[in-house]
């Protein structure tokens, strides 16, 4: 009998520890996804890339708010809304371990206020979208002033930007016609 002790320690441990020593994990191992609501801004990039429909967002007008959500039990672990997220709102993480005692743990919510457009009220975009477009313009050396100035523009919807195009370009015909009548 000791002889076979003797023996085993020799071999040394065929397994590890886990689950009472962590687990070291390969580098590059795509794990549980973590979410930061406060770097996203809702442009549901991630959401139209999912394979695994994990990702949705709904969009509730008449209460002027985008919900975005996350359902682990979907999620295939693929890294596509990682790869598309403009500002790494979203990645994967080292973590494997997602037993849970509910299914509802295994959700993860955020809920973004819309942005009203200027001319006709209605919700359109998510309000952190506008604002992290400004920023950008801001960022890419336009002086505050000039980005203010743009903030009526991409504060309307797409709808009423046409239709003010389609008046401006009518006025623009007009002046033009008039001018070859005078001629």
Same mark, same amino acid.
């Given at each position: 009998?000791? &002889?076979?002790?003797?023996?085993?320690?020799?071999?040394?441990?065929?397994?590890?520890?886990?689950?009472?020593?962590? /687990?070291?994990?390969?580098?590059?191992?795509?794990? &549980?996804?973590?979410?930061?609501?406060?770097?996203?801004?809702?442009? @549901?990039?991630?959401?139209?890339?999912?394979?695994?429909?994990?990702?949705?967002? *709904?969009?509730?007008?008449?209460?002027?708010?985008? %919900?975005?959500? /996350?359902?682990?039990?979907?999620?295939?672990?693929?890294?596509?809304?990682?790869? !598309?997220?403009? $500002? %790494? @709102?979203?990645?994967?993480?080292? *973590?494997?371990?997602?037993? =849970?005692? +509910?299914?509802?743990?295994?959700? !993860?919510?955020?809920?973004?206020?819309? +942005?009203?457009?200027? =001319?006709?009220?209605?919700?359109? $975009?998510?309000?952190? #979208?506008?604002?992290?477009? /400004?920023?950008?313009?801001?960022? #890419?050396?336009?002086?505050?002033? $000039?980005?203010?100035?743009?903030?009526?523009?991409?504060? $309307?919807?797409?709808?009423?930007?046409?239709? +003010?195009?389609?008046? #401006?370009?009518?006025?623009?015909?007009?002046? %033009?016609?008039?001018?070859?009548?005078?001629?």
């Amino acid at each position: 009998m000791f &002889k076979l002790f003797k023996t085993i320690l020799k071999a040394g441990e065929p397994t590890v520890k886990y689950p009472f020593k962590p /687990l070291a994990v390969a580098p590059g191992f795509r794990g &549980k996804p973590k979410y930061d609501a406060a770097q996203c801004i809702a442009c @549901a990039a991630c959401t139209s890339v999912c394979p695994a429909n994990a990702l949705t967002m *709904e969009t509730d007008l008449a209460s002027g708010e985008r %919900r975005w959500q /996350l359902f682990l039990g979907r999620c295939i672990f693929c890294g596509r809304c990682e790869e !598309v997220c403009p $500002t %790494r @709102a979203i990645w994967l993480s080292e *973590e494997f371990e997602m037993a =849970v005692t +509910q299914k509802a743990d295994l959700y !993860v919510n955020a809920t973004f206020s819309l +942005q009203e457009c200027r =001319v006709c009220h209605q919700p359109f $975009t998510a309000r952190k #979208s506008v604002d992290y477009t /400004l920023a950008l313009l801001a960022h #890419s050396g336009l002086d505050v002033g $000039t980005v203010e100035a743009l903030r009526p523009q991409f504060e $309307t919807c797409p709808g009423c930007k046409r239709h +003010q195009n389609l008046h #401006s370009n009518r006025d623009l015909r007009l002046s %033009r016609d008039t001018g070859r009548e005078n001629q």
